[in-house]
């Protein structure tokens, strides 16, 4: 499916066609980005998978601050859901090297070049590579990966992931939704 605009209003449309496209495939796993909580939220009542919400890493709202609130985290704990804040994969040192010294990195690169199919496969991505690499989600298996624009959630991406360390052996298997122009 492709929504007319990026954006929040697509978000529970996007939730339910990331948790139909599970059922159908038979997916465990659903990796879902979520600074503030709220679109993973929307996954705490889901049968049958296993939901992981991958958060803005620390400082990168406030210098040494969480960005999703402690309440949230806790809620969505409560609900079954694992909650993981780490540094972005395909941003962190990179980023801040290329912003003290000018140029641009090899992940950079990478980052922009997903970004041509729009900002949420980007980070459908780097959140299944991230979730991957802290163990939270098997090697080897396909995932449904949620993922937006800004806020809310406008994508979904079937993907199986590699870890970052062989991260072009990263599999893009189906878009299930994103914006059209964003």
């Keep these: 499916m492709y929504f007319a605009e990026k954006g929040a209003e697509n978000t529970q449309t996007c ?59 806790e809620e969505l704990e409560s609900a079954g859901i694992r909650v993981f804040t780490a540094t972005h994969v395909l941003s962190g040192a990179e980023r801040g090297i290329s912003r003290k010294h000018g140029g641009v990195s090899p992940v950079e690169l990478m980052a922009d070049t997903l970004r041509m199919f729009g900002q949420g496969v980007k980070v459908c991505v780097e959140i299944a590579v991230m979730a991957l690499d802290a163990g939270l989600i098997p090697y080897g298996e ?32 189906e878009i299930v939704c994103k914006p059209r122009h964003f």
């Design 15 to 73: 939730v339910e066609l990331a948790l139909k496209a599970a059922a159908q495939r038979k997916i465990a796993h659903i990796v879902v980005a979520s600074g503030s909580g709220d679109t993973a939220k929307l996954f705490k009542n889901a049968q049958g998978v296993q939901v992981v919400c991958v958060t803005n890493a620390y400082g990168s709202s406030e210098p040494g601050k969480a960005r999703i609130p402690a309440a949230a985290r």
């Design 142 to 173: 396909e995932v449904v990966a949620v993922a937006g624009s800004g806020r809310g959630a406008d994508t979904a991406v079937l993907l199986t992931p590699a870890h970052a360390n062989a991260i072009l052996d990263t599999k893009i298997n």
